[in-house]
């Protein structure tokens, strides 16, 4: 298993920029998948990007064109950058581990971005 520590959230205004680190304890090269999600309160989560140990991504469709994901093995460290950030995508974003495809095994506990407009 392993364990994830998300950092990087905070307040930002509107088409402001953050980015989010997932920092994993044990090397992220045999992890299949990383990704971010987020949950509102009273929705479900939502995936927001993945990235494949061969580095291949996939993104939400709200998000494309604005977020980039990224790992840096070396750092066993997996980044997003999230830029003109809009009110709305205010919420909790949780990193996630995926050892089969892209479906999720292992959660960090999540890093709050709040958007204000």
């Known amino acids: 298993q392993v364990q994830l520590v998300e950092s990087g959230g905070g307040l930002v205004q509107a088409g402001g920029s953050l980015r989010l680190s997932c920092a994993a304890s044990?090397?992220?090269?045999?992890?299949?998948?990383m990704g971010w999600y987020r949950q509102a309160p009273g929705k479900q989560r939502e995936l927001v990007a993945t990235i494949t140990r061969r580095r291949s991504t996939n993104y939400a469709d709200s998000v494309k064109g604005r977020f980039t994901i990224s790992r840096d093995n070396a750092k066993n460290t997996v980044y997003l950058q999230m830029n003109s950030l809009k009110p709305e995508e205010t919420t909790v974003y949780y990193c996630a581990a995926s050892w089969f495809a892209t479906v999720p095994s292992n959660w960090g506990q999540g890093t709050q971005v709040t958007v204000s407009s």
């Open positions: 044990i090397s992220i090269d045999n992890i299949n998948a």
